[in-house]
């Protein structure tokens, strides 16, 4: 069974940055792409950034320029780094995985930016 947990949300004050992690349960290198999405209530899921096997990175146009998602084989983690963090940015957090035709989707984590 494949499980993606999140971790790193919380609160955060305008302009500040926040990193989120997302630990697999398997190697990251099994999945075709992993990303993190966002959500707001009454909202679609938002694509944040996403990350090849081959370390291909996209970015959403709201967080260009300001974000970066990285990888860690040894501990099957990815990372979300967020800067300049807006209100906004106000959302519940999830981590996706693409593998073998299964997409799989953390529980999700909350980030509230507010002061």
């Known amino acids: 069974q494949v499980q993606l947990v999140e971790s790193g949300g919380g609160l955060v004050q305008p302009g500040g940055s926040l990193r989120l992690s997302c630990a697999a349960s398997t ?3 099994n999945f075709g792409a992993m990303g993190w999405y966002r959500q707001t209530p009454g909202k679609e899921r938002e694509m ?3 990350i090849s096997n081959m370390g291909n990175r996209n970015y959403g146009d709201s967080v260009k320029g300001r974000s970066t998602i990285s990888r860690d084989s040894a501990k099957n983690t990815v990372y979300l ?3 300049s ?3 906004e940015d106000t959302a519940v957090y999830y981590c996706r995985g ?3 035709g299964t997409v799989y989707w953390g529980q999700g ?3 509230t930016v507010s002061s």
């Open 98 to 100: 693409f593998q073998f």
């Open 27 to 29: 190697s990251i290198f």
């Open 85 to 87: 963090l807006k209100p």
């Open 81 to 83: 780094q967020i800067n």
């Open 48 to 50: 944040v950034a996403t």
């Open 109 to 111: 984590t909350q980030v």
